[in-house]
T-cell receptor
Framework: QKEVEQDPGPLSVPEGAIVSLNCTYS??????FMWYRQYSRKGPELLMY????GNKEDGRFTAQVDKSSKYISLFIRDSQPSDSATYLC???????????FGTGTSLTVIP | DTGVSQNPRHKITKRGQNVTFRCDPI?????LYWYRQTLGQGPEFLTY????????KSRLLSDRFSAERPKGSFSTLEIQRTEQGDSAMYLC??????????FGPGTRLTVL
C-alpha cells in the first residue's frame, strides 16, 4: 500500500465550477500537508500548506484536513481555464525529513 | 528571480555516460531535497541535505547516484553509468522549515 493515495483523474469541469481534489494516507504520524500545482514539464508550485486539522482558505482555494479519517482535500472555487494543471498532495511527519507525494490529479477547466 | 534554479534544464545522454545536475536553492534555505519524477507519477524522494550534511537517502537510491552540497550552498546530483530507466525529471527543492518546500523547474534527463 502506498503511503499516499490520490485519484489520477483526469477531471474535466466547466469554467466557474467548484473543484474538489482529494488524497488519503495511511501513516497517522503525518502532520504537515501541502498542495502543489504542476503545469506540464514544469516544477511543482506550492499552493497551500497546513499543519492541523480543519480548513485553511486562500483566495479561491480551501485546504481541508481530517486527521481522524486520514483524508485531505483541496477545493477550488470559480475555477478558471488557467487552473488546468496537475494537482499534487504532499505530506510529511514531524520526526522525518522525507516528503511523500500523491500521484497527482490532472484537471482541465473548459472555457 | 530569487527562486530555486536548476541547470541544465534538459540533458540528453547515451547509456553508460555520467551526468551531473546542479541546484541553486533559495539563499536563506538550509534544507535541500532531490526528487525524481516520471510521467504520471508524483515526485519520488531521493535525498535530503541540511546545510552541507546529507541526512537522509532513499533506500531505493542506486549506488550509481551521488549527491553533494559543499559549503551548504548549491548541490550537485551525479548519475554514473546512466541507464534508460534513469530517464526522468530530476527536481530540486529547498526550504527553511519542514512544513513546506519550494521546487525548481527541474532537469529533464533522456538516456538513449
Amino acid at each position: 500500500q502506498k503511503e499516499v493515495e490520490q485519484d489520477p483523474g483526469p477531471l474535466s469541469v466547466p469554467e466557474g465550477a467548484i473543484v474538489s481534489l482529494n488524497c488519503t494516507y495511511s501513516n497517522s504520524a503525518f502532520q504537515y500537508f501541502m498542495w502543489y500545482r504542476q503545469y506540464s514539464r514544469k516544477g511543482p508550485e506550492l499552493l497551500m500548506y497546513t499543519y492541523s486539522s480543519g480548513n485553511k482558505e486562500d483566495g479561491r482555494f480551501t485546504a481541508q484536513v481530517d486527521k481522524s479519517s486520514k483524508y485531505i482535500s483541496l477545493f477550488i472555487r470559480d475555477s478558471q481555464p488557467s487552473d488546468s494543471a496537475t494537482y499534487l498532495c504532499a505530506m510529511n511527519q514531524n520526526t522525518g525529513n522525507q516528503f511523500y507525494f500523491g500521484t497527482g490529479t490532472s484537471l482541465t477547466v473548459i472555457p | 528571480d530569487t527562486g530555486v534554479s536548476q541547470n541544465p534544464r534538459h540533458k540528453i545522454t547515451k547509456r553508460g555516460q555520467n551526468v551531473t545536475f546542479r541546484c541553486d536553492p533559495i539563499s536563506e534555505h538550509n534544507r535541500l531535497y532531490w526528487y525524481r519524477q516520471t510521467l504520471g507519477q508524483g515526485p519520488e524522494f531521493l535525498t535530503y541535505f541540511q546545510n552541507e550534511a546529507q541526512l537522509e537517502k532513499s533506500r531505493l537510491l542506486s549506488d550509481r547516484f551521488s549527491a553533494e552540497r559543499p559549503k551548504g550552498s548549491f548541490s550537485t546530483l551525479e548519475i554514473q553509468r546512466t541507464e534508460q530507466g534513469d530517464s526522468a525529471m530530476y527536481l530540486c527543492a529547498s526550504s527553511f522549515s519542514k512544513d513546506t518546500q519550494y521546487f525548481g523547474p527541474g532537469t529533464r534527463l533522456t538516456v538513449l
